[in-house]
């Protein structure tokens, strides 16, 4: 009896442990997307109609265009982040205690995106507060970056990733989040000189992700049937 409940134990002690370590990685999947929509929709809240007469609505929408900017350069560089972020999660079979911690400051720097894409789209008329507010959007857009690929090498070195994960899939993602990082520090510099410029790079940057380019190819590539 005791022989056969100490097998039960042992048994069901992994199968338990197994059961709590898919429950902390689906946890967190869904608190980070949860974290996504919110901030996504904040940026929304900037969005407002101009209170004019009827007849100069068309010109007054066409003076809010720095809002209207900010906010497709917003959406797109947070819809970019989470399809990564989803991607990584993805891959991962389990989730310890410093990867919860990690995916924390990503989320951080994510729902922070807000104020500096309001003072980009508040002070891109003036040319010295344009420069700090885009150079704090870099900043904050750099740092999502970072912590997403530090999130993705935490996973990879500490064997988190699935083993059914082919190395060359592991490979793709780590080259496709690299790149960000040098291309986010670029824009710094740029936005230090010209500002418009570097909220264009930054919008490049996201659609890069957003678009799927080896997709389209194959796509176009595929033989149509007759």
Do not use: C, Q
Not at 123 to 143: D, K, M, P, Q
Not at 172 to 178: D, Q, S
């Amino acid at each position: 009896m005791s022989e056969h409940g100490s097998e039960h134990g042992s048994e069901r002690g992994p199968a338990r442990r197994g059961r709590n370590i898919r429950v902390r990685t689906s946890r967190m999947e869904a608190f980070s997307d949860g974290v996504f929509s919110i901030a996504i929709t904040l940026l929304v809240l900037d969005l407002a109609i101009p209170d004019v007469a009827a007849g100069k609505v068309g010109p007054a929408l066409a003076n809010e265009w720095p809002i209207f900017l900010a906010y497709v350069v917003s959406f797109a560089s947070i819809g970019a982040t989470w399809l990564n972020h989803t991607t990584i999660t993805e891959y991962l079979d389990r989730a310890d205690s410093i990867l919860l911690r990690l995916n924390l400051l990503v989320l951080f720097f994510v729902s922070l995106l807000p104020f500096p894409t309001h003072l980009v789209a508040n002070y891109i008329h003036s040319e010295a507060a344009e420069r700090i507010g885009v150079t704090i959007y870099g900043i904050n857009l750099l740092a999502i970056s970072a912590f997403t690929s530090i999130l993705w090498h935490y996973a990879v070195s500490e064997g988190l990733v699935g083993r059914d994960k082919e190395d060359e899939d592991v490979r793709a993602l780590t080259a496709k989040l690299n790149p960000g990082l040098i291309s986010y520090a670029v824009g710094i510099g740029i936005g230090l000189l010209a500002p418009r410029v570097a909220v264009t790079l930054y919008l490049v940057i996201a659609l890069f992700v957003l678009i799927p380019f080896r997709a389209i190819l194959r796509w176009i590539r595929r033989p149509r049937g007759r």
